[in-house]
């Protein structure tokens, strides 16, 4: 008997949503290019549909939280609300 709980979270991952479908959507934070060297963006990404969300943080540095804070909660927001939507069932991953 598995549970979706027992799941071992990637390290990544600052949030997870369970969709109607049974897939879940990972908030994670991410880089916008592969150029950036620090995480910009709190990226929001469903694993049953090809579905996600950027959330640029603000670019003001001199911000105490970089923006992420607002970002984290928009993220959050779009992977809450697509997976009360969403009715994809995740692909099978053959072990
Ligand atoms: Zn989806």
Partial sequence: MST???????????????TVGGATVDVTH????????KPNVSHAKCGGCPAYSNSEWASR?????NGSTWADSDARHWAQSHAETCRAIPKPTNA
């Avoid at 979706?4 to 990544?12: I, L």
Wanted: cysteine-free.
């Fill in 30 to 37: 991410d880089t916008l290019t592969v150029d950036d060297t």
């Fill in 61 to 65: 540095a001199d911000r105490w939280d």
């Fill in 4 to 18: 979706q709980t027992a799941s071992v979270w990637p390290e990544t991952v600052i949030a997870r949503y369970l």
